[in-house]
């Protein structure tokens, strides 16, 4: 994948509530809102992928969707939430008393993330071992975790970007550009480490059109 290259699970946001006041000077939350939305495309793609599937009555590609819920674990699971918990929020706590139970809300939906994502893992390989008597599970369990982060993500967009905009320091915001500048999500553009590289290559190039780069169904 070119760096900077576009693709269809580029291109949408969390919520449309996420598009307002989306410009920032600050690198931090611009890459925030950068790597919600190659988010919410990936979950989106999930969605879209099953319910194409449904439709045709055939099964999906189980290499694929477990190569984009790998994403999902590996990337914004581990290092975008890492971030927001470690970094973001302890500077605004420090600053402000204003939706510190927000953040508690937030920072507990990133503890219950990792649960949630194995729970979604594993009716995927139930589904992919037990065939159809699975695929009801498999979805419920997909669109509950879809719901759940795409509220989290809005939550955050909506409030907790423009607290930090009003509220941090300069020297806040140096700490913190510098911090979201690395271990960039490569469906925002970004080179992918070394490690990674063949993933996303294999995810952008495997999901179908005009969702990525595949062969439509």
Request: proline share 6%; glycine share 4%.
């Amino acid at each position: 994948m070119r760096s900077g290259e576009p693709t269809g699970m580029q291109a949408k946001s969390p919520s449309r509530a996420s598009t307002v006041s989306s410009v920032s000077t600050h690198v931090a939350v611009r890459v925030i809102r950068q790597e919600h939305a190659a988010l919410a495309a990936m979950l989106r793609s999930i969605v879209m992928l099953l319910e194409q599937h449904r439709r045709k009555r055939t099964l999906p590609d189980f290499a694929v969707l477990r190569a984009m819920l790998f994403y999902v674990d590996e990337f914004p699971e581990k290092r975008h939430h890492r971030k927001e918990t470690e970094l973001l929020f302890p500077k605004l706590r420090a600053r402000t008393p204003l939706s510190r139970e927000l953040m508690d809300k937030l920072d507990n939906d990133h503890a219950w993330g990792e649960r949630k994502i194995r729970n979604v893992e594993h009716a995927l390989l139930a589904f992919e071992m037990l065939g159809e008597p699975r695929r009801d599970a498999f979805e419920e369990a997909m669109g509950r975790y879809v719901d759940f982060y795409l509220e989290h993500m809005a939550q955050e967009e909506r409030e907790i970007l423009p607290l930090a905009e009003r509220v941090l320091s300069e020297d806040d915001w140096r700490d913190l550009d510098e911090a979201f500048a690395t271990n960039r999500d490569p469906l925002t553009g970004h080179v992918a480490d070394l490690e990674y590289s063949a993933l996303f290559t294999r995810i952008v190039n495997l999901v179908p059109a005009p969702i990525g780069l595949g062969p439509a169904l």
